[in-house]
């Protein structure tokens, strides 16, 4: 059985780009892979957050795993924050990991620039991010594009430590999905959906109610043209849309193509926002349960039993490779 590792960042509302690009393939791997799916509160402090939101939207974040399918007697469901592990592991990498190619990493690029000050956490990000996935020798870790170069990192940071101190990490493998991987700005395509975009028109949250789906969705901006065609290059905020339509409705892109032929984008708009309502309102109904029911504390506390035994022993095991004097058991 492969095990698989991910997790997502407690800074904002969640996105349908956070569920179509990693929740949805958590679901779907689950079932035959040994899983750990993480809330990653250490990550998500590499930007100003405000306590008592990033208590909040830990607890969200893991409410929603659940609701949107996750069983937690099959899936380790914790807060990294939880495994202290991680930023140990985390420490003894940045002792490996290079200026050079931490500073060309897209993501720091992207939030730090224009910054004037910006937090050293911001820029080891991506080493802290190998440390959550070496420390349990995943094989698999699903992710949404973006954070493709960061997984190539952890790659190069596991072969390294394993050039030098012997076999001790799994190289592990993305799992991004075909369509769907980088689902962009309602506003403006060139960019990714994100929680953090400080317009929420946007982005649809996940927890958005019907009727506020339905005016991101009528406003979101369309290319010029009536064709409901995919063509990312050419078309991008349509392609954008469908590959939204072909997650919540699954359907191929090529059926959405004929369904809508020659009828222009009002009809499609319409019916996309139905769509997406359908997939959102049960999941958004779960939602509630779990956090009225108080028993996502209990999911948190054995999920981080079970990644603490794994966690615990990796750790253990880099440490005395690399010349740690461990304790006396
Ligand atoms: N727009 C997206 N399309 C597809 N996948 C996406 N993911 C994020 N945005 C999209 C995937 O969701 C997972 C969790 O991401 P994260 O919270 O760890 O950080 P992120 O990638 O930086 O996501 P956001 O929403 O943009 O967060 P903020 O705004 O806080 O930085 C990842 O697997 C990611 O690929």
New binding site residues.
Partial sequence: MKRVL????P??QL?L??Y???IRNFVRLQNAHECFFMV?DM?AITVPQEPAALREQTEAVAALYIASGIDPDKAAVFAQSHVPGHAELGWLFTTLAHMGELERMT?FKDKSAGKDSIGAGLFVYPVLMAADILIYNADLVP?????KQHLEMTRDLAARFNGRFGECFTIPEPYIPKV?????SLDDASR??????PNPASYIAIMDEPDMVRKKLSRAVTDSGRAVKYDPANKPEISNLMSIYAHCADMTLEEIESRYEGQGYGGFKKDLAEHVVSVLEPLQAKYRDIRQSGEIHRVLAEGAERAEAVASQTLRDAKERMGFLLPKP
């Fill in positions: 991910s997790g997502i960042q800074s904002g996105t780009g956070n179509i690009g990693a990653v990550h993501q992710v949404g594009e973006d954070q769907g991987a980088r689902i962009m990714k959906m994100s929680k953090s975009n």
